[in-house]
């Protein structure tokens, strides 16, 4: 019988996943994953090699080209949408492009997760007021995406992926435009939120982050998933080679 | 903190309020409520008329009394109304019969002054007479069998019931009503095909931020009220457009039809029940795009992930 749903307690499981775009060949192949529930992970690869692809597929924006990916115990091929929807409230998205919204201010972005679930519009005040405060946003409130710089929105961007206190948090070069005295203050907020239980995925290419903080690592090369054990750099280039 | 103030004023997610087929989406509407509102008044007044025409037949028959043929046109005369008083006398026997009035000289000179012109004597011409009946409201009457015992009680008087020539006119508003129903539906479809067409051309402008929004954790519905919402606005206020341009439009016609002479026509008046179908039409519309507009938005997005 096909089991259709899998309890193992994985917040992602990926049994042979292949993906690809049209007709052409497979970015990636025989992907074989599994993160637990409260797992923090980095994932690296070059440019290329498939990171954001793999990632969309975390956060339900594609289906596997074959194989099998449960998020939440959910076999996303046997999943409606409504459910889908359901299963997206409970991951929160950092885009390298961030993909804010431009007609709407620096508080609507943020507050579009906690709007979309139907939550009051005062306690969704008090939740945006808060986080915004503390990406120290609370001056640009008002301020839309096109008059924001560059680590502005990407704080935006983060506050937006964390409001909503998420179970699993994906985040796509979370802290490739920000200053160099916030992308700590950032890392800390990851950090903060995967010791009260998210399972956290940061993509990303800066060998410092990886260094300061001792995950374990994702690497996709020539298609495939390896995992790395924390300051293990193999596959990274650069110093360490 | 002054600017947690400002803020409080939310914008909606999908900006459709500028989006370039809101404009089309109103003027469409418009025109539709336009053509909607004129021919359903038509249809209207074509009930209204018809049920006119029906109340005064069924409660009425006409009797004829044919002019007894003499050389003696003062003895041929005499000889008529005497028929005419037989008649007269019988129907009034006639249980379900309220009133039986033979026509004098003069109301028959008026029925033929059309024809003949002024200054005509009946007394001259053989004349029939014709005797106008009214029946007791409600009452059914067998014709057939009103028409055999009248001719027992005179050999010269015959029973019209006015179906033959009503039917006929009847047949042919019926046929003008099919006309503007069909004109309605026409106008129903193609302007749920031009919300229809409308909608997914917004999704198509909008898709990055509704992709945004899917991926936030919003359900199909969410988009599709968003969209209903603001089609319903946009249909309502279309639709009060077009209805304000129709109701002088109709008045118009409605004079137009009051100038020609010949009483059918004027009878064509719509009545309050028919005007406040005409004025629900802004509702009707709006329920009609808002309805389109969301089903719409839960199909197209269903090819989406």
Known sequence: ?241 | MANQKKFIARREELPLKGDSTSLFLQIMISIAVFLFAVTLSGVLSINTMLQNWNDSILGSLTVQIMPATHFNQEKAMAETLAHQDKAVAFLKTVPEIEKVTPLTDNQLEKLIQPWLGDGINIADLPMPRIIDVKLKKGAEIDFIDLAAKLSQATPMASVDNHKLWLNKLIKFADGLKMLALSVLALVIMITSGAIFYTTQTSLGLHKYTIEILHLMGAKDTYVAQQYARRTAILGLEGALIGLAIAIPTIFGIGSLARQIEGGIISEANLSIAAWGVILSLPLFASLIAMLTAYYTVKQTLQKMM
Not at chain 1, 32 to 52: E, I, N, Q, V, Y
Not at chain 1, 163 to 171: E, F, Q, V, W
């Open chain 1, 1 to 241: 019988m096909l089991n259709i749903d899998n309890n193992s307690g994985s917040i992602i499981d990926m049994q042979n996943v292949g993906i690809r775009y049209g007709q052409g060949p497979e970015i990636l192949s025989d992907i074989k994953l599994s993160l637990k529930k409260g797992s923090f992970h980095f994932l690296t690869g070059k440019s290329g090699a498939g990171k954001t692809s793999l990632l969309s597929m975390m956060y339900l924006a594609q289906k596997p080209s074959r194989g099998i990916v449960s998020v939440f115990g959910k076999n996303v091929n046997f999943t409606n949408r409504d459910s889908l929807a359901m299963l997206r409230r409970k991951i929160g998205v950092v885009f390298q492009d961030f993909r804010l919204l431009d007609h709407l201010s620096a508080f609507d972005n943020v507050a579009l997760p906690l709007r979309v679930c139907g939550m009051e519009e005062r306690e969704v005040k008090k939740r945006v007021m808060e986080l915004l405060q503390w990406v120290e946003l609370d001056r640009s409130i008002q301020a839309t995406p096109a008059t924001l710089s560059g680590g502005e929105k990407q704080r935006v961007a983060i506050a937006r992926a964390v409001i909503n206190r998420p179970d699993l948090l994906l985040a796509d070069e979370p802290t490739g435009n920000v200053d160099n005295d916030i992308a700590p203050k950032l890392m800390k907020l990851f950090v903060e939120l995967n010791k009260l239980g998210t399972t956290v995925v940061i993509a990303t290419h800066s060998e410092k982050l990886i260094t300061d903080f001792a995950y374990p690592r994702l690497h996709l090369q020539n298609r495939s998933l390896k995992i790395f054990a924390p300051n293990d750099f193999t596959g990274m280039g650069g110093r360490h080679g």
